[in-house]
């Protein structure tokens, strides 16, 4: 490899998600003094001239890395844990931040089934000697709270059967809340209960005939309620929020809870309904998902992404 096309590869294995380890190994453990000191200075992204007069690593980007360096051990963490223990601490960690992770909140307590929600429910009283509820209550204080706490404790109805007509009914619910703009859609009491209550069997049919009532989507209309788009994708159209999260996460300039959401989501949905994510994705992006992953992973957290959602082929 020449001298530029080595600079060139050290560069990316910096620059994606994850890092290149073998990369730093063949190529930078070999590299004398002077080679380094030549990419420095051939490196103003990640070096800057000191006033001392020495090239210096952005302080930025030395933040960046210690997370890329992290990103394969917190993807094997993730992996590893039992699935009650995962999204316990999945949704303690979403409450931690400063500015809480609702979309977090809505994605686990949406996309599980029921069991595996009391499942979560029960590993977080262990883990934290809290409720999940109790917890919600005290640190969300905007109006999605009442709507959460009821999608978190939700048990609902899995089997086959679905009272056409009542799905039907509750489509006009729908449609009528959506014309009165003074509504505020989230604190609408029999909005919650239907989304909070519903078995996802019946929330499907209920989509189908918005859809055959007003001649759209229910996600889209719901372009202004972004908390209610999103309960509603994730109950509704599960594949296709996952390919979107997905598609998102899946690059360079995103920002760090972002990059986060690829190895949530490839871990977490590994077992359960990969293989149709992959097939949402190919089809809404034109590219297959392991491509995508390619384009952008580094190293060890490439490989091993790439090594889960193979097992679903």
Known sequence: MSEANAYAALTKAFSGLGVDENLFISTLGKWNRHQREIYRVSTPGFFKEDERQFQRWDDHHILQLRQEFLRLKDAVVIYTM????RDGRLFKEALLLKVPQLNVLIETACTRSSEELLG??????SLFDHS??????????????????????SHRYEGP??????????????VNALKDAKKNLVEDDEIMRILSHRS???LKALYNHYKEMTGNYLDEDLDGELTLKQ????????????????????????????????TRVIVTRADVDMKQIKEEFHSKYGTTLPAKIEEVANGSYKDFLLTIISKSD
């Not at 979560?120 to 009283?125: N, T, V």
């Open 82 to 85: 039992h699935p009650w223990e």
């Open 120 to 125: 979560a429910r029960r590993a977080y009283h």
């Open 132 to 153: 999940i509820e109790e917890d919600i209550a005290h640190r969300i204080q905007n109006p999605e709270r009442k709507l959460l706490v009821a999608l978190v404790t």
């Open 161 to 174: 059967r679905v009272n056409d007509d009542l799905a039907k009914s509750e489509a006009k619910v729908f």
């Open 200 to 202: 996802k069997l019946h």
């Open 231 to 262: 309960v509603v994708q994730c109950l509704c159209l599960p594949q296709t929020y996952f390919s979107n999260i997905l598609i998102a996460s899946l690059r360079l300039d995103v920002d760090e809870s972002a990059k986060d959401s690829a």
